[in-house]
């Protein structure tokens, strides 16, 4: 495959934008972390996590797309497109199943159960942020901008596969730094790059973030709700 000067600079941008992102958001995750944990209520210490998503993640994307690009951030960005009713039938229903899968491994092999209760005890302002804000922060940098350039590089399996890495690439310096390379953040990579290629295969079909943020809700109202059960 010939690659163009054109798709040459678009792949500079984008390569010294995420290092610059992942560098701050690094910093954030680790040496900065402190301050989390410096607020004692759950409700501010999760707005505060929001809104250094928003800070780090939404505007320098939104800014990507308009100086960058040269585009309006809302539509570049997938935010204001919206799919069709028949396709939110077909999204739904692949959800549907991905989330059943989901639970079938976990209960079977992952030595956990359905608490509706772990749900339940989550305060409402937290729920809301942590499960609905949360996932539309995130997918509109992952989905909404670097899948959709990725798109423009490289073709759809191989742009989902460097999406996915890189989604689970940002979670590792909290995981790394607060629990090891352990077990336990092994599965969360391997389950965070599972999910990240649906989230993918949902915005490749679309070229819309909602289908990809009711993914990502739902999945985390799941993963709420499974709790590690007694070893027998």
């Given at each position: 495959?010939?690659?163009?000067?054109?798709?040459?600079?678009?792949?500079?941008?984008?390569?010294?934008?995420?290092?610059?992102?992942?560098?701050?958001?690094?910093?954030?995750?680790?040496?900065?972390?402190?301050?989390?944990?410096?607020?004692?209520?759950?409700?501010?210490?999760?707005?505060?996590?929001?809104?250094?998503?928003?800070?780090?993640?939404?505007?320098?994307?939104?800014?990507?797309?308009?100086?960058?690009?040269?585009?309006?951030?809302?539509?570049?960005?997938?935010?204001?497109?919206?799919?069709?009713?028949?396709?939110?039938?077909?999204?739904?229903?692949?959800?549907?199943?991905?989330?059943?899968?989901?639970?079938?491994?976990?209960?079977?092999?992952?030595?956990?159960?359905?608490?509706?209760?772990?749900?339940?005890?989550?305060?409402?302002?937290?729920?809301?942020?942590?499960?609905?804000?949360?996932?539309?922060?995130?997918?509109?940098?992952?989905?909404?901008?670097?899948?959709?350039?990725?798109?423009?590089?490289?073709?759809?399996?191989?742009?989902?596969?460097?999406?996915?890495?890189?989604?689970?690439?940002?979670?590792?310096p909290y995981w790394?730094?607060?629990?090891?390379?352990?077990?336990?953040?092994?599965?969360?990579?391997?389950?965070?790059?599972?999910?990240s290629l649906l989230?993918?295969?949902?915005?490749?079909?679309?070229?819309?973030?909602?289908?990809?943020?009711?993914?990502?809700?739902?999945?985390?109202?799941?993963?709420?709700?499974?709790?590690?059960?007694?070893?027998?």
């Amino acid at each position: 495959m010939t690659v163009t000067h054109p798709e040459r600079q678009r792949a500079i941008h984008l390569c010294v934008f995420l290092a610059a992102f992942f560098v701050a958001w690094s910093l954030r995750a680790t040496v900065f972390y402190s301050l989390d944990e410096q607020i004692a209520s759950r409700f501010w210490r999760t707005a505060y996590s929001n809104l250094l998503k928003l800070v780090l993640w939404v505007l320098p994307a939104a800014a990507f797309a308009y100086w960058m690009r040269a585009a309006s951030p809302a539509r570049y960005l997938g935010v204001s497109v919206l799919p069709a009713a028949r396709a939110w039938l077909m999204f739904l229903v692949v959800i549907a199943g991905f989330l059943v899968a989901v639970a079938l491994l976990e209960t079977t092999f992952g030595h956990k159960s359905h608490s509706a209760a772990s749900l339940l005890s989550i305060p409402v302002g937290v729920l809301l942020l942590q499960f609905v804000l949360t996932p539309l922060l995130e997918e509109i940098f992952f989905r909404g901008l670097v899948m959709k350039e990725l798109l423009d590089l490289v073709p759809t399996h191989l742009a989902s596969a460097l999406t996915s890495l890189l989604f689970v690439g940002v979670h590792l310096p909290y995981w790394l730094s607060h629990g090891g390379l352990t077990g336990a953040t092994m599965a969360n990579c391997g389950g965070v790059f599972l999910f990240s290629l649906l989230a993918c295969w949902l915005y490749a079909k679309s070229a819309s973030v909602w289908p990809a943020v009711a993914a990502h809700t739902a999945n985390n109202f799941l993963a709420a709700m499974l709790i590690s059960s007694p070893l027998r």
